[in-house]
């Protein structure tokens, strides 16, 4: 099924790369892909290669309680043929907002797709699926969210929940939870679902993840929650910009005051950056440099962990987990106490006592002794 | 007070009890220590180091350290200010005093694994001791936390865990489980500037005296380490005085020479003391039994 | 000299006469005293509770405080009387001031007793200090 081409893009150029690029920006693309998910750059070639002789990776992008937000950053560029681009990357299948069908004839699509690519096609789930009262509250052609995700991850060669509504329920579960939303990997117990949250998750590493998995058929190494090592390793406090000005103590206080303006640490205004494991300090939103919260003047929110997204008030601040050292140092110590004149004058006095004390006693002894030199008569005492 | 003496008997005994004393003494004056051959230590260079304090950090997660954010830590950073229940290596800032003075030098303090140290030789138990390397270890096993160490230590080195129920002494083994594994200490590895390097203590002596001979306006025109307090393995190259960076002392005598001497050589295996008070027992009882028979005696 | 046959509960001739004080044994002194005996226990039961650090003021810049000062040196300098007085009395005196031993003696085991349990108290790891004749 084609996919609708969307307004303002160029159609397909014959020769060259495809979606109307030249091959040195389509092979810049992909370097940028393999780069992200920490691949080799010969990898670039092979993705290149790869999508140019058409053997695409088959997509099941599958949207539940979502706001499409992740879609959309996956499109968001300043290119104007990017985004065709990366349709061309990667065989999109099912995608509800892109498709050109939709009814039946848009979930037989799927359901030819999902037949024809069995065990290879990757599933991306976006949105969170609800799960109580039988999960009526989000349906797609009839069927529940949740019958839908666990029938299509049945069939998957690769599962990744893109967003953090997908990875751990994200905004709708927020309390009080109205619908039961989770995340994928909590509906689909015992399956190895990649996690990528993010508000929205950051387009280029959903990217490298599916191009490795379409290129070498293996995952990148993840964490205990799934997460992409590669992009979700670090917290944001280890790679910030900013973090020169934590070091240094120096802090915005309030919007717009003078620290705020010159551009420090926005840990007082309550950033989640030193418990937030992401990457969007290295690699920033729709190709604008700069387009992540702390880089235009706004603290971390946290969009990424389950324990502070839409839960911990966002200017609250948080405990620093591993603190390293300031930008400060301590000074040499290197007076030392000796011994007091006072010390030695108590010390002098007390052994004067004591010695005088000694000399009396002995001399009492002595006097007392003098009468008893005398031996009594027939007692036998000597001397 | 009349004391029932006759002369003789009192010079005896007297000359008795300070022989015992005198000759080990004199036998057995304690040789001085030398560093032993697969010694190893740290060559630290102030005019290299920029005070990035990646080696305190390492330093820290290659001994599963907690951070001191408590006093100007503010709970924020990890900020000691001198070594530590919980900071094995720290960084310090001299800055000179006055106007006209504008010396600074950063310096790295950690134990400097003595050649001859005086921990070891004040610590009763033998917790503190000079093992593989030369490196000083504490033995958990035997130390009985009477902190006679910290008191005897001429670096202030040793640090008790004085917040703990089953405290620790907490210092610097120049990650000797590292060591044991073939790689080098935390701090050396991470440097970024090679400011600290890790030897052989022959190698690193060599080393310094080549930095001292090439650029010999740089430096203080001594390796401190290599004679100070009997010779340290940790050595140190600097561009300002070593008393400013906190090093108090600079005579060539290690701490334990006096007491080790005097110690083994009166108290070795208790035989001196023994021996004294036998003599003073054995004296004594002839000199009662003498005096019994005097007055057994018409 | 001849041998006199000894009268049950009549003093040896030629010893010192041991007698007992008599008098009530909780006097004010002795119950002030045994106050400070109580607040004491309770307070080494704190030092083990919280930790040296807590229960003192030392730390690592005064390593050794007024404990080793009090328990230590006064204790072994008053147990260094028993020494002196014995030396001085069995073997420069020849007995005659015995009476003056046993308050001596007495005194200095006191004094090892007191500078050896308080050591245990002061000292940060006493569950090792049973290996202390082994490693000394």
Redesign the interface.
């Known amino acids: 099924m084609p996919l609708m081409t969307l307004a303002g893009s160029s159609p397909h150029l014959p020769g060259g790369a495809p979606g109307g690029v030249n091959r040195r920006d389509f092979i810049r693309i992909c370097t940028l892909a393999a780069a992200a998910v920490g691949l080799p750059g010969a990898s670039a070639l092979r993705f290149a290669e790869a999508a140019a002789a058409g053997r695409k990776p088959s997509v099941i992008w599958l949207s539940f309680q979502e706001c499409t937000g992740c879609t959309e950053s996956l499109l968001r560029t300043s290119h104007p043929a990017l985004d065709e681009l990366i349709l061309d990357l990667v065989s999109l299948d099912y995608h509800e907002a892109l498709l050109a069908p939709s009814g039946y004839l848009a979930e037989k699509a799927r359901e030819q797709a999902m037949r024809e690519n069995d065990g290879k096609y990757i599933l991306v789930v976006e949105g969170a699926i609800p799960t109580k009262d039988g999960g009526i509250y989000c349906k797609i052609g009839g069927r529940t969210a949740l019958d839908l995700v666990q029938e299509a991850a049945e069939h998957a060669g690769a599962i990744i929940a893109i967003g953090s509504c997908a990875s751990f329920g994200g905004i709708p579960a927020a309390e009080p939870n109205p619908t039961g939303a989770k995340g994928a990997p909590q509906v689909l117990e015992g399956k190895t679902v990649v996690t990528l949250p993010g508000c929205p998750a950051n387009p280029y590493i959903f990217l490298g993840t599916a191009l490795q998995y379409a290129t070498y058929g293996t995952l990148p190494a993840l964490d205990e929650l799934g997460r992409p090592q590669f992009a979700y390793g670090r917290t944001i406090h280890e790679h910030c910009p900013r973090r020169a000005h934590f070091d240094a103590g120096r802090f915005a206080v309030q919007f717009g005051d003078e620290g705020h303006r010159q551009g420090w640490c926005l840990y007082q205004l309550g950033c989640k950056g030193p418990q937030t494991h992401a990457s969007c300090s290295v690699l920033h939103f729709g190709d604008v440099v700069n387009a992540w919260p702390i880089g235009i003047g706004h603290p971390c929110v946290g969009c990424t962990e389950q324990a502070i997204a839409f839960r911990v008030p966002i200017h609250t601040t948080v405990e620093i987990q591993h603190a390293t050292p300031p930008d400060t140092y301590p000074g040499i110590v290197a007076e030392h106490g000796g011994i007091s004149p006072v010390a030695t004058g108590v010390a002098g006095l007390v052994g004067g006592a004591l010695l005088g004390a000694g000399f009396m006693a002995s001399r009492k002894l002595g006097q007392a002794e003098a009468p008893d030199k005398a031996p009594e008569p027939g007692s036998g005492e000597e001397r | ?5 006759d002369r003789r008997s ?1 010079l005896k ?1 007297l000359a008795a009890a300070s022989t015992l004393t005198v000759l080990p003494t004199a036998a057995e004056a304690r040789e001085r220590r030398t560093a032993p051959p697969d010694a190893v230590g740290l060559l630290y260079d102030t005019t290299r180091c920029i ?1 990035c ?1 990646a080696c ?2 390492a330093c820290k997660e290659a001994n599963g350290m907690p ?1 001191d ?1 408590d006093g ?2 503010g ?11 919980y900071t094995r290596n ?6 000179g005093q006055g106007e006209d003075n504008r010396e600074s030098s ?2 790295k303090r950690q134990c400097m694994h003595c050649v001859d140290p005086a921990c070891a030789g004040a610590c ?3 917790a503190l001791q000079k093992r593989e390397f030369g490196v000083v270890t504490w033995d958990p ?7 006679y160490c ?2 005897a230590c001429p670096f ?1 080195v040793p ?9 620790k002494i907490v210092k610097c083994e120049l990650c000797m489980h590292r060591l044991k594994q073939g790689k080098q200490p935390a701090c050396s590895e991470v440097c970024p500037r090679q400011a600290v390097i890790f030897g052989r203590r022959t190698d690193l002596l060599e080393e310094a005296h080549r930095r001292l001979a090439e650029h010999p306006d740089r430096y203080v025109p001594k390796v401190y380490g290599e004679r100070e307090l009997g010779g340290t393995q940790c050595l140190y190259l600097s561009h300002v005085p070593f ?4 090093f ?1 002392f600079q005579q060539d005598e290690p701490v334990p020479q006096l007491q080790q001497t005097v110690q083994h050589g009166i108290y070795q295996g208790l035989v001196a003391p023994l021996a004294l008070a036998l003599g ?1 027992v054995v ?2 009882n002839r ?2 039994a003498e ?1 019994e028979a005097e ?1 057994e005696a018409p | 000299m001849t041998v006199q046959p000894l009268k049950a509960g009549a003093p040896i001739p030629g010893r010192s006469h041991a007698a007992p004080v008599g008098g009530r044994l909780l006097t004010l002194p002795y119950k002030i005293l045994l106050a400070l005996a109580a607040l004491g226990t309770v307070l080494i039961v704190w030092r083990f509770a919280a930790g040296l650090g807590a229960a003192t003021a030392m730390s690592d810049g005064y390593p050794w405080g007024l404990w080793i000062t009090f328990d230590v040196v006064i204790g072994t300098a008053l147990a260094c009387g028993g020494y002196a007085i014995a030396i001085l009395v069995y073997v420069f005196n020849r007995g005659r001031y015995h009476p003056l031993v046993r308050p001596a003696v007495l005194t200095s085991a006191l004094g090892y007793t007191i500078a050896g349990l308080s050591v245990a108290v002061d000292v940060g790891r006493p569950w090792h200090m049973w290996k202390v004749p082994l490693f000394f």
């Open positions: 007070m009349n004391i029932d003496i009192l005994g005070g304090k305190v950090v951070a954010t100007y830590g709970g924020l950073y990890d900020a000691p200010e001198g070594l530590n229940e720290v960084i310090q800032l001299y800055q950063f310096v009763m138990m033998g096993d035997r130390c009985i936390g009477c902190r910290q008191m202030s640090k008790f865990e004085w917040s703990k129920k089953a405290p008393e400013s960076l906190g108090r003073v004296f004594r000199r009662q005096a007055e």
